[in-house]
């Protein structure tokens, strides 16, 4: 149990279906993140909540949209993906999103198939 | 550009000793991190280096030479639970983690 939490686990989507991933974190931090991990691949960062403001958009295309209602709470809304959006979406937060340490600690993801 | 360098896959026979080297180019160094991550599972911390040197924490030891760009994870007296993926990650000027692809480990009897 790293103390974040990701619903749900595994989804499957249709090309034109609209699904949301949900993160929550009980950490007590102030940063979050959203990563994709495709196989082989290194992760790639998408999006950056500092302060429950998005400091980082990796020139993630429009269809994922971010949202961060408080520190503890992220969610990723999915619209129209493709099939090569098929990856591992990993959730992470950490103290704050600047100097120091600032050790990330990631949810176990949900693992997304669109078909 | 940004790159970090790791091997894809590793073999070690348990009780043994493993190191697994990460080299990086990156704008800017900010620390660098590994991490390790079981099949399905979540990248959990292992270790920080942020200044040149070794750092000890149990059976997991992390070298860092700035001057070289150069790290390596130690295992030791390895278990069959350590067979995992093994990410290195760069934080680098503007404090992004830059990740390398992991080091598939896998741990023989």
């Known amino acids: 149990e790293t103390g974040v939490t990701q619903t749900p686990r595994h989804l499957v989507m249709g090309m034109t279906n609209k699904k949301s991933l949900k993160c929550e974190q009980h950490l007590g931090h102030n940063a979050m993140y959203w990563y994709k991990q495709s196989a082989k691949k290194p992760l790639e960062l998408m999006f950056v909540y500092n302060f429950k403001e998005q400091t980082e958009n990796n020139s993630v295309p429009s269809r994922f949209s971010p949202e961060c209602p408080n520190s503890s709470h992220l969610f990723l809304h999915l619209h129209t993906l493709q099939p090569e959006d098929s990856a591992l979406y990993l959730c992470?937060?950490?103290?704050?999103?600047?100097?120091?340490?600032?050790?990330?600690?990631f949810g176990a993801g949900t693992r997304l198939s669109v078909l | 550009g940004q790159n970090i360098d790791q091997p894809t896959e590793m073999t070690a026979t348990e009780g043994a000793i493993v190191q697994i080297n990460c080299t990086y180019q990156?704008?800017?160094?900010?620390?660098l991190f590994w991490y390790q991550q079981h099949a399905g599972e979540a990248p959990t911390f292992l270790s920080y280096n942020v200044l040149d040197g070794l750092e000890e924490k149990g059976r997991f030891s992390s070298f860092l030479s700035r001057s070289k760009g150069y790290s390596y994870l130690l295992l030791k007296e390895l278990q069959m639970k350590d067979s995992a993926s093994y990410l290195c990650?760069?934080?680098?000027?503007?404090?992004?983690?830059?990740w390398g692809a992991g080091t598939k480990l896998i741990i023989k009897p």
């Open positions: 992470a937060s950490s103290q704050s999103a600047g100097q120091g340490a600032n050790i990330q600690y």
């Open positions: 990156t704008s800017g160094f900010n620390g």
């Open positions: 990650a760069v934080r680098d000027s503007n404090y992004q983690l830059i």
